[in-house]
């Protein structure tokens, strides 16, 4: 079964820090493009943070540049999306999706052919 699994959200205070998960099974999540998308109510959903395949770049949206990191663990089948500094407008539910096959490099307007269910992030005091 094809599954992406988000995990590591939760309620936190302003400048704290989270690292969210993305476990994959059914595939190899380390040949594929990820990529960390989020929605606030009422918003449109954006594009956050993508890493390509294996020895790819990463890229990041303007609003979260020197704030988030995105990395993988091959052994775990795992991406990972490490947050600091974090602000009440991070407050969203954050999903991650599989991109472009063996392609090392990543952007947001790729076509993302499945996703998690989400995990929430509330930065809040």
């Known amino acids: 079964q094809l599954q992406l699994v988000e995990s590591g959200g939760g309620l936190v205070q302003p400048g704290g820090s989270l690292r969210l998960s993305c476990a994959a099974s059914?595939?190899?999540?380390?040949?594929?493009?990820i990529g960390w998308f989020r929605q606030a109510p009422g918003k449109e959903r954006e594009g956050v943070s993508c890493i390509g395949s294996t020895g790819g770049n990463t890229n990041y949206a303007d609003s979260v540049k020197g704030r988030f990191t995105i990395s993988r663990d091959n052994a775990k089948n795992t991406v990972y999306l490490q947050m600091t500094s974090l602000k009440p407008e991070d407050t969203a539910v954050y999903y991650c999706a599989r991109g472009p096959r063996l392609f090392n490099l990543c952007g947001f307007r790729h076509r993302y052919d499945s996703w998690g269910q989400g995990t929430q992030v509330t930065v809040s005091s």
């Open positions: 059914g595939f190899t999540l380390d040949y594929y493009t």
